[in-house]
């Protein structure tokens, strides 16, 4: 029942724009920061995004700065990735996760984390 269920990945084209949803059951997502990976054929999963569990702070790999947004509703209990202006290199497959009462930077989205998503598959081409 504790679960992390991804949805909203497929294909975009170049400069298009798509929303990824993460829907938490079992656990209350409020209470854990949130993040979003990735993993390209051939390359080692990537963190690229996170905000921490009090909402205050957040983290983007240079890879998608300015580019994508994490958000979350708590009355929905669901992560977000807004992913803009996509690029061929944003083709992967992308994971939400979860850590309790964490904060988010670089290092933490190296650690052991609570909950994973199944993961979705992203693909941009023309």
């Known amino acids: 029942q504790v679960q992390l269920v991804e949805s909203g990945g497929g294909l975009v084209q170049p400069g298009g724009s798509l929303r990824l949803s993460c829907a938490a059951s079992?656990?209350?997502?409020?209470?854990?920061?949130i993040g979003w990976f990735r993993q390209a054929p051939g390359k080692e999963r990537e963190g690229i995004s996170c905000?921490?569990?009090?909402?205050?702070?957040?983290y983007y790999a240079d890879s998608v700065k300015g580019r994508f947004t994490i958000s979350r509703d708590n009355t929905k209990n669901t992560m977000f990735l807004q992913m803009d202006s996509r690029k061929p290199d944003d083709t992967a497959v992308y994971y939400c996760?979860?850590?309790?009462?964490?904060?988010?930077?670089?290092?933490?989205?190296?650690?052991?984390?609570?909950?994973w998503g199944q993961g979705t598959q992203v693909t941009v081409s023309s």
């Open positions: 079992g656990f209350t997502l409020e209470n854990y920061a």
């Open positions: 905000i921490n569990y009090s909402d205050t702070t957040t």
């Open positions: 996760a979860a850590r309790f009462l964490s904060g988010c930077s670089a290092a933490t989205m190296r650690y052991r984390h609570n909950f």
